[in-house]
């Protein structure tokens, strides 16, 4: 592909990324009811479509085209994030927060945690995208293995639990929710190997 190509390429996605956040928030806060009615639902869809409205509004944002080596860190408004360690812990513990039942009951009830909720995702879903631009593959995937576990660990306690762990919510959707976090555990990994297969086949090519 001629640099001309990779130019044109790099203006076209800012519109189509831009779309995407704003499709992404849109549902979320749209379907806001329907999406808040079911645990499931409310944990896996809404929560997610928030955290990439941020990650779709940083992609729009960025001048230039997407790179994949950590020597970004030295340079830009990102220094302080260095080789994505910082963003990334940043965006996992936000992720881990909103595994817990009470978060969830909170953010029905509580304006400062709806707050929280409506605009902190969006912002560590911005975090997470830069952040990922200067991981490399090693950190990514200590970040990812670690998030996965949590995951996985925290569904079955969904399933295990007798009783409900959330007020707003039937047993029933429980059990539901622990299966889709068990789910995403597992989809989670293969995702992250396709989106980084030609760099895992280079290196495996050597």
């Known amino acids: 592909m001629s640099r001309r190509q990779e130019d044109a390429m790099t203006r076209r996605r800012p519109p189509v990324f831009a779309a995407l956040a704003l499709l992404c928030l849109g549902v979320a806060l749209g379907a806001y009811r329907p999406l808040t009615s079911l645990m499931s639902l409310h944990m896996l869809v809404q929560i997610p479509l928030l955290a990439l ?3 779709f509004t940083e992609l729009a944002a960025r001048r230039h ?3 994949s080596v950590a020597s970004d860190t030295k340079r830009g408004p ?4 260095e080789y994505g360690v910082p963003g990334l812990l940043l965006a996992s513990l936000v992720g881990t927060a909103w595994m817990i039942p009470k ?3 909170d953010a029905l009830t509580d304006w400062r945690v709806a707050t929280f909720k409506y605009v902190g995702l969006p912002a560590a879903g911005w975090v997470l995208s830069a952040s990922l ?3 490399p593959a090693v950190i990514k995937l200590f970040f990812l293995g670690n998030f996965c576990w949590m995951a996985a660990i925290v569904g079955m306690l969904y399933l295990d639990q007798p009783v409900r762990l959330c007020n707003a919510y039937l ?3 429980q059990d539901w ?3 889709g976090l068990i789910a995403l555990a597992i989809i989670l990994p293969f995702g ?3 989106a980084e297969i030609r760099p895992i086949w280079r290196f495996i090519s050597r």
Do not use: I, K, Y
């Open 133 to 135: 631009r200067l991981a």
């Open 103 to 105: 978060a969830l009951d």
């Open 177 to 179: 929710a622990g299966r």
């Open 53 to 55: 409205a941020g990650v």
């Open 65 to 67: 085209p997407v790179r």
């Open 171 to 173: 047993l029933d959707d």
């Open 78 to 81: 990102w220094s302080c994030n």
């Open 192 to 194: 992250w190997l396709l």
